[in-house]
Nanobody, 128 residues
Framework: VQLVESGGGQVQPGGSLRLSCAAS????????IIWFRQAPGKGREGVSS????????FYAASVKGRFAISKDGAVNTVYLQMDNLKPEDTAVYFCAADVIPPYYSGQDHLDGRGVDYWGNGTRVTVSS
C-alpha cells in the first residue's frame, strides 16, 4: 500500500489549492481516506475524511465550508479542494488510509483512529 500526496505550494490568503492523494495497493471501494495536517510547532489535526464505499464526507469545523474532499475511482485518487485559504491553514498535509477492519468514521477518523497507512505529506503555505 502506498499513498502519495501532491499539489501543495504557496498561495496568497483567499486563494485555492487542490491536493491529491494517489493510492496504490488497494482500491477506493472500501475503507476510508483521511486528510490530516500539521502546522509548524503544533500537533496533528484531522481535516476531512471520505468513506470509500458510500462517499460520506466529514470535516473539521475549522475547514467546513471552505474545503471539499472527493474521490475519483477511475484513477484511485482522493482530492482535497481548499478554497478561501487562510494563513492558519499553513501546514504539511498528509493523507491516510483506513483499509483494515474494523473501519471507523467521522470524528473517530479525524481523531486518528483506524489509520493503517500514511503518506509522506505535501506542504501548503498561505502567505502574502
Amino acid at each position: 500500500v502506498q499513498l502519495v500526496e501532491s499539489g501543495g505550494g504557496q498561495v496568497q490568503p483567499g486563494g485555492s489549492l487542490r491536493l491529491s492523494c494517489a493510492a496504490s495497493g488497494f482500491t477506493l471501494t472500501y475503507g476510508a481516506i483521511i486528510w490530516f495536517r500539521q502546522a509548524p510547532g503544533k500537533g496533528r489535526e484531522g481535516v476531512s475524511s471520505i468513506n470509500n464505499l458510500d462517499g460520506t464526507t466529514f470535516y473539521a469545523a475549522s475547514v467546513k465550508g471552505r474545503f471539499a474532499i472527493s474521490k475519483d475511482g477511475a484513477v484511485n485518487t482522493v482530492y482535497l479542494q481548499m478554497d478561501n485559504l487562510k494563513p492558519e491553514d499553513t501546514a504539511v498535509y498528509f493523507c491516510a488510509a483506513d483499509v483494515i477492519p474494523p473501519y471507523y468514521s467521522g470524528q473517530d477518523h479525524l481523531d486518528g483512529r483506524g489509520v493503517d497507512y500514511w503518506g509522506n505529506g505535501t506542504r501548503v503555505t498561505v502567505s502574502s
